[in-house]
């Protein structure tokens, strides 16, 4: 198994990218933190496109901002727990490619610091939430193919049920990795005891 050695940390490399880890907040599908510590960490094969996609985004005027890029496997198992939905959660038996840190959830901002309107929210887990899905307005489904020419720029793909995912095109071929970020404990869930 690889060491955690090939995981940069992309507020290092990339200084001036904006991140927004949000499974280091509460605005994720859990609706608490998961994240003990906001690192964003990328596997370095992928650290190579997204610099190309990065150039690319500045070209039209924008930037990536970054929600999410590797997820220590407790924390998918987490994920798993809040939606086990195989559509939009990898089941940790598996092994999502975020594990691997070949896979990065990412969206555009504006030049004035606004979020590109994408037709549903980041972790929405719904029909709006795949790629191309025809109840997207026009303008967002713009915002979309904009988004996903970028990363396909830098050589990712994406996925058909979230607009945001983007990942390697071999990432099954990586290892999941260790986990290098502390996760909060899984909240315990307690049934009432009969009176």
């Known amino acids: 198994m690889p060491e955690t050695s090939v995981l940069v940390d992309l507020s290092v490399i990339f200084p001036s990218l904006h991140i927004d880890l949000k499974y280091a907040t509460r605005d994720n599908i859990t609706g ?12 370095t094969d992928a650290v190579t496109g997204l610099a190309k996609s990065i150039s690319i985004a500045k070209l039209a005027g924008l930037n990536l901002v970054v929600y999410d890029a590797y997820r220590p496997q407790q924390a998918q198992a987490m994920l798993w727990n809040a939606c086990p939905d195989p559509q939009y959660v990898v089941d ?8 691997r840190g070949t896979a990065i959830d990412v969206t555009l901002m504006d030049e004035r610091g606004n979020i590109l309107d994408m037709g549903a929210d980041f972790d929405e887990m719904h029909d709006r939430s795949h790629a191309w899905h025809p109840s997207v307005a026009p303008p967002a489904q713009r915002n979309r193919l904009m ?12 996925i058909s049920s979230e607009w945001w995912h ?19 404990p899984a909240p315990q869930i307690t049934t009432p005891h009969p009176l």
Do not use: K, Q, W
């Open 147 to 158: 988004l996903n020419a970028i990363m396909s720029g830098g050589g990712f793909v994406g």
């Open 92 to 99: 940790v038996a598996i092994g999502s490619n975020h594990s």
């Open 32 to 43: 608490a933190p998961v994240y003990r510590e906001a690192r964003c960490l990328l596997h």
């Open 166 to 184: 983007f990942e390697l095109p071999d990432a099954t071929r990586y290892p999941l990795l260790d986990d290098c970020i502390a996760c909060f």
